[in-house]
């Protein structure tokens, strides 16, 4: 039953290691489906070509990371094929029992892998050995930037036929609208960070926004004509008024 015990023990350590180099992940910017698909990718050896795996490999903390995780998946996978064999060629006579234990145990590591209560307190002490053991920026960017409710951080690329081409960031006033720009990036590959309101928008930029996603969706959606220039008055509008009920709420003076 040993081998059982071992597989069980490997099956629950990669399942540790995963977890935590998702939270490394998610600390050094990276949003947590990301993190977590990424992670998996790197400790099974698959491998996905994506725009999101390109910007691991740039990144000199991402790419220590996957690396790593990439060497541990590897011993991993020869360590769960080595206990199978000793299990089951070992003891051939007691195969039904070796199964029903390790369904049993499986199915206990499935419940604590996807348990809300469980992820918590794990990203909650992952996060604190990161912050005393290591020298990984784990700022919560989560938190820093206040990403819930209704407000996100997310990326719009601009069209040719998008109500923000060719238009400075002054004249768009997406501030107006509660949408912050943190950054442009140019169809080369150069990126603006926090770009002056004399930054004008060409069609192929891609804008990284913070505000209200409903309201990203709409603008994103904008027509160059008369009826964007009616959404941005309207989307002024709403956000002055949005404004006045989240300083009241606060205590605030609008």
């Known amino acids: 039953m040993m081998p059982i015990f071992s597989l069980l023990l490997i099956v629950a350590l990669s399942l540790l290691v ?13 949003g947590r489906e990301s993190a977590r698909f990424q992670a998996r ?61 390790l369904a049993v145990g499986l199915l206990l590591l499935w419940w604590l892998a996807t348990s809300r209560r469980v992820d918590s307190v794990m990203c909650h002490i992952i996060s604190w050995a990161l912050t005393r053991f290591t020298d990984l920026d784990v700022s919560d960017y989560a938190r820093l930037l206040h990403v819930r409710e209704d407000y996100t951080v997310s990326q719009l690329r601009v069209g040719p036929e998008s109500w923000l081409a060719h238009r400075s960031l002054r004249d768009c006033a997406l501030r107006t609208e509660g949408i912050v720009v943190l950054g442009l990036e140019c169809p080369a590959g150069s990126y603006i960070g926090a770009p002056s309101p004399n930054t004008e928008i060409q069609p192929g930029d891609t804008l990284i926004l913070y505000g209200d996603g ?6 994103e959606a904008r027509s160059p004509d008369q009826d964007g220039d009616r959404a941005h008055a309207e989307a002024e509008t709403r956000q002055s008024q949005r404004h006045v009920q989240e300083c009241s709420l606060a205590g605030r003076e609008a």
Not at 19 to 24: D, F, K, P, Q
Not at 60 to 83: E, Q
């Open 214 to 219: 409903h309201h990203v969706r709409e603008l």
């Open 41 to 101: 990718s790197a400790f099974t050896g698959v491998g996905f070509t994506t725009s999101e795996a390109e910007d691991v490999v740039r990144h000199p903390v991402r790419r220590k990371i996957v690396g790593t995780l990439m060497l541990v998946g590897n011993a991993g996978l020869v360590a769960v094929v080595s206990s199978l064999l000793l299990t089951f060629l070992g003891d051939a006579g007691r195969a039904e029992v070796h199964l029903a234990a």
């Open 18 to 30: 995963t977890r935590a180099a998702s939270v490394a992940l998610e600390h050094t910017g990276l």
